[in-house]
């Protein structure tokens, strides 16, 4: 399929190629019936789908290499843990971190950003203060709200303009002399705006205080250079990116981790254990409590090696095809009121919005009448539908493997929400 660029944006002589037609090929589930209709799968910042080179990378270490890492001097037990310290390497080289052992499996972006909570945030006492914003998912607020109780450090936050983007107007006394961690996401996953973050990190550093960004919306879609965006953490998921379920990332600079205690203790974890206390093994093994991930882990080794097959670059122009064609396309609804911002520059491919007069849970039912998949709710993002008076709203997600047929299906199903409750 050739994807048309939408009116407004430039093509180029050096444009990435990308064959969706291609890549949709790769995902067994893009083949099924939703309802009796075509699936249209519109919800990956909620999870992606999996291609058939991740499912069949996971089923052979099942069949042909499962046992435990770090354990055994046996063949199986070698083959696994060259495989798992392998995805490893490869999650370094993908956001360019200057070292693998600054690579820490957890099951999920929120248990890496818990591991910092409760690790590097055991130190801080009353008086210091944490910096979030309101765009956050609730996987970025609630730690540090319950770390601030735990420490009677102070939870401060910066606001949101009505454009959908942070409102730094008074950045330089929110993040101050007190200011110990300013965590805040790269790409919001309600909103779809991408922060320009190189005013906070600057403000960040004239203070001394550390910088964690989550970036679980915003890996799976454009390149990233850990080095270029001088973060001192960053958290990120596996299944979001096309990889599985049960795995997730913090990168942390290696002076960093080495001073945080462990966050859970167990096996695989010390150094040496007595009766009389235990010492604790090396970054990342410290945080690695028990057995790990590790078919997991295999599996995000394959999906980033499916996303360096195709290419980052061509990714996210080809999202950035689809965002500015859905733009346009959802401006044509009667009623349908985008939140975040309305151009496709400095936001992703994450579209939510509020259909005049129909509750969101009505939208998605209507939707998935059509096989048409979105998400409705409050997207673990309370606080931004506080921020601008709405319970829920609808939420279209594109990836890889979407087109903008799908996004001509998902207008003329607004169409019809339109026409059922008018």
């Known amino acids: 399929m050739t994807m048309t660029i939408p009116a407004g944006m430039p093509q180029y002589d050096d444009m990435p190629t990308f064959d969706v037609d291609r890549v949709r090929a790769d995902f067994p589930i893009l083949g099924r019936e939703v309802g009796g209709q075509p699936l249209i799968y519109l919800d990956s910042a909620n999870t992606s789908q999996k291609p058939q080179q991740v499912i069949e990378a996971m089923a052979v270490h099942y069949a042909l290499h499962n046992a435990n890492v770090a354990r055994s001097v046996h063949q199986l037990g070698t083959e696994a843990t060259l495989a798992y310290e392998g995805a490893r390497e490869k999650v370094a080289r993908f956001i360019n971190a200057p070292s693998a052992d600054e690579i820490v499996f957890t099951k999920n972006a929120t248990e890496a950003i818990n591991l910092v909570a409760h690790s590097w945030g055991s130190s801080l006492k009353p008086g210091d203060e944490i910096v979030i914003s309101e765009m956050e998912h609730h996987s970025n607020i609630v730690p540090w709200q319950l770390l601030c109780e735990r420490t009677g450090a102070t939870l401060k936050w910066f606001g949101l303009t009505e454009t959908g983007r942070l409102d730094e107007s008074d950045v330089d006394t929110l993040i101050n002399e007190r200011t110990k961690l300013v965590s805040i996401t790269h790409t919001s996953n309600v909103l779809g705006t991408v922060n ?7 403000r960040v550093r004239e203070v001394g205080a550390l910088l964690m960004l989550d970036c679980s919306q915003t890996i799976p879609h454009k390149a990233f250079d850990v080095v270029d965006y001088d973060a001192d953490f960053i958290v990120f998921t596996g299944h979001k990116m096309l990889g599985p379920t049960g795995i997730g990332v913090l990168w942390g600079r290696a002076s960093l981790l080495e001073k945080m205690p462990p966050f859970l203790g167990g096996g695989s974890m010390i150094e040496t254990v007595r009766m009389t206390g235990s ?20 599996g995000l080794g394959a999906a980033i090696d499916y996303l360096n097959d195709i290419g980052m670059d061509a990714i996210a122009w080809h999202e950035k095809t689809l965002t500015s064609y859905a733009l346009d396309a959802l401006s044509t609804v009667d009623g349908v009121r985008i939140y975040g911002p309305k151009v496709p520059v400095g936001r992703g491919a994450t579209l939510s919005f509020s259909v005049e007069g129909v509750h969101p849970h009505d939208v998605g039912q209507v939707l998935d009448s059509l096989g048409i998949q979105v998400r409705v709710g409050h997207h673990c993002a309370r606080p931004i539908m506080d921020r601008y008076s709405v319970p829920a709203l609808t939420r279209a997600s594109f990836y890889l493997y979407n087109t903008t047929d799908e996004i001509d299906a998902l207008v003329r199903g607004l169409d019809q929400v339109k026409r059922m409750f008018s």
């Open 196 to 202: 320009a973050t190189a005013r906070i990190t600057d």
């Open 279 to 298: 010492t604790w093994a090396a970054p990342p093994a410290r945080f690695e409590a028990g057995t790990p991930p590790i078919a997991q882990a295999v």
